[in-house]
C-alpha cells in the first residue's frame, strides 16, 4: 500500500494495462498490475514461452563525470573500475553498519560522444533512499553527475525460452538482441510499426530466472513497444506472477528478504561481495562479521506437506521457533509450497527437518538449496 496521501504513481503502460484487462494494485506508490487473468497461467507462459513484465516502477539513474566510476566503487559491493563497457553487474548498496539498503543492477555504457555513462536500476520503494544516499556521499566525489530518469523512461522485461526471438523479430538490422552475452547491454533499433522507429536500451538480465531482457526506451515509445511485443506473442504477466518466478530463482526480495536489517553474507548473497576492494560503505562490518562468523543465515523450504507458506510464518525445530518465513508462495512448477527465511546457522543443512506454522497449522517442510528451479541448458 501507499505509506502516504500522495497520489499513486503511474507508468507509462497504465492504459496498456487497463486494456489488457490487468487488475490494478497499489505496489511502493504506483499502481500496477497484479495479475490479467491467471498468475499460475503467466508463470506458466514465462516457463515455457515468452512472457512480458512493466517494471517501469524501478528506479533509473544515470551516473557520469570524470569521478563516476570512483563514487559508484566506493557505494556498491562489486568492482566497477573494472566494469567493461556494454556490461552489466549485480550487487548492493550497503549502510555503514552492513545492512542493505537496496539490491541494485549497474550499467557500463557510453554518450554518442563516447564518454563513460553509467546506469544504474534501483528497486521502486527504495529510490529516494538510494538518492539520498548518494547525495550525502557525493560531494567527496568532484565531478560526479547523477540525474533521475525514472519518469522519462519505461522499462519492459521479456523474458522466457522466445524472449530473444520476439525481441530480435522487432530489431532493425542485424544483429539483434540475441547476440548479447549475459549481463551485456548495448542500444537497438526497434520498428514499432506505422513506420515508427525508436530506440531502447537493452540488458540481458532479468529477474524471473528465465532468459530474457529488458528494454529501457523513452516513455512516449512504450505503449507502441509494449504492443508489438504482445502482438508477437508475448504475453503479459503481472506482479504475481513475477513474485512466484523470482521465488523459484531463489532471487531475493527487497523488503521481504532482505534489507537494512540484514547484510549480504546472512542472505547467502555473499558471491556479489568484492571484499579485496580496498573500500566501500559497509565493508568493514561485513568484515567483522566474517571474523565473528554467522549466526543465522537464509535458507530455501520445501513444503512436504499442503498449504501455501507467506511471510511472517514460524518456523520450527523439535516443537521450537528457530525462525519465521519472509517470503513464501505455492511453486506451479514444482506443485508444492516453497518458501525463503532466515534460521541460526547450525539449521542450514539441506535436508533439515523443521516445521511451518501456517496459521497454527505444523506443516512438515524440508531446508532446501537454492534456488528451488533452475532453467534447462540450451545447446
Partial sequence: MNSDSAPLLRTPLYDSHVAAGGRMVPFAGWEMPIQYHSVIAEVKAVRSDVGIFDVSHMGRLNIYGSGAASFMDSLVTFSVK???TGR???GFILSDSGGILDDVILYHTQFDDGSDLLRLVCNASNRLAVIGWMDQNAATFPGVTFNDHTYETAL???QGPRALEVVDGLCIGDPGPSALRPFAADTFPFA??????AEGFVGRTGY???????IAIDAAHAPRLWEALTAAGAVPCGLGARDVLRLEAGLRLHGSDIDLTT??????LERFVNMDKNIFHGRDALELQEEDGL??????FRLLGGGVPRHGCAVLHEGHAIGEVTSGTY???????????????DHTAPGQSVQIDLRGRLVEAEVSELPFYRRPKTS
Fill in 82 to 84: 573494472t566494469l567493461a
Fill in 88 to 90: 552489466a553487474r549485480y
Fill in 156 to 158: 519492459i522485461a521479456i
Fill in 192 to 197: 514499432l510499426g506505422d513506420g515508427v522507429r
Fill in 208 to 214: 524471473t530466472g528465465e532468459d530474457g531482457v529488458e
Fill in 263 to 268: 547484510t549480504p553474507l546472512e542472505a547467502a
Fill in 295 to 300: 549466526r543465522r543465515r537464509l535458507v530455501g
Fill in 331 to 345: 511453486s506451479p512448477i514444482l506443485d508444492t509450497g516453497i518458501a525463503m527465511g532466515y534460521v541460526p546457522a
